[in-house]
């Protein structure tokens, strides 16, 4: 029995990451495979969501048992993943049995505007299952309580962004230092102290290098700012039980 499981969108680099192929085509279909017939697919990731929900919200809206409707309700679910608390055995077939029986709801906020009278806002919150957020909360709260503590970031790729980030502002700090003498700190030294930088903060080289392609698409993202954007998007929307 699988308890205080939550059900959020897919990291890039799972291992059972589903792609989305000839998409808006009679032939479309989802399986786990990168590329078909030479195309590459797209991956149903919180990236997907987070895009999906910029579109969504641009358009009209989806009606509730229209075709449409059930369609981006099937792509969504694809694109989200049973997660286990941490120690259980991500193999367990009942995850995949919980995600079987999972349905997808795709509501909307409202605004009503009218000329000159004050807009009147529906903004929905959902209520997370019990035990999921207190699960979490007790797990943070075991956490030290002191500054730098590494942020509760749930993916992967918000780590190497962040440390991206940071690791940019550092190597932009050596070339402003200045040794004791006003004098710039020395080429050897600046190599020196990057390298360091580097290895704890971790570098690209591994992702731009690599034939993977989930890696190929997280370096891909660690350079595309609308990309960011569409994963936190993602990540607010399905993130709120974790």
Not at 31 to 50: R, Y
Not at 59 to 72: A, F, I, K, S, V
Request: hydrophobic share 35%; net charge negative.
């Amino acid at each position: 029995m699988v308890k205080n499981y939550i059900i959020v969108g897919r990291r890039l680099d799972d291992d059972d990451i589903k792609y989305l192929h000839g998409a808006g085509t009679e032939n479309e279909t989802v399986d786990m495979n990168a590329e078909k017939d030479g195309v590459a697919g797209i991956p149903l990731t919180v990236e997907f969501i987070g895009r999906t929900m910029v579109e969504l919200s641009e358009g009209e809206r989806l009606q509730e048992g229209t075709p449409e409707y059930d369609r981006m309700a099937g792509l969504l679910k694809h694109a989200m993943t049973v997660r286990p608390p941490t120690g259980h055995d991500p193999s367990d077939p009942e995850l995949d049995r919980i995600w079987e029986k999972t349905t997808i709801v795709i509501d909307y906020d409202e605004r009503v505007s009218e000329e000159g009278q004050t807009d009147t806002n529906v903004r929905k919150l959902v209520v997370p299952v019990k035990e999921t957020l207190a699960f979490r909360a007790d797990e943070i709260a075991a956490m030290d309580n002191t500054p730098g503590f590494e942020p509760p970031l749930s993916y992967e790729l918000d780590r190497r962004l962040m440390k991206a980030h940071f690791g940019s502002l550092f190597h932009d700090i050596l070339d402003d230092a200045r040794d004791s003498n006003d004098a710039p700190l020395s080429d050897d030294v600046k190599q020196a102290l990057g390298k360091l930088i580097d290895e704890r903060l971790g570098s690209m080289e591994d992702l731009a290098n690599s034939a993977d392609p989930a890696k190929q698409n997280m370096y891909a993202i660690l350079n595309s700012p609308v990309s960011a954007f569409h994963r936190a998007v993602g990540i607010y929307i399905t993130e709120m039980c974790n």
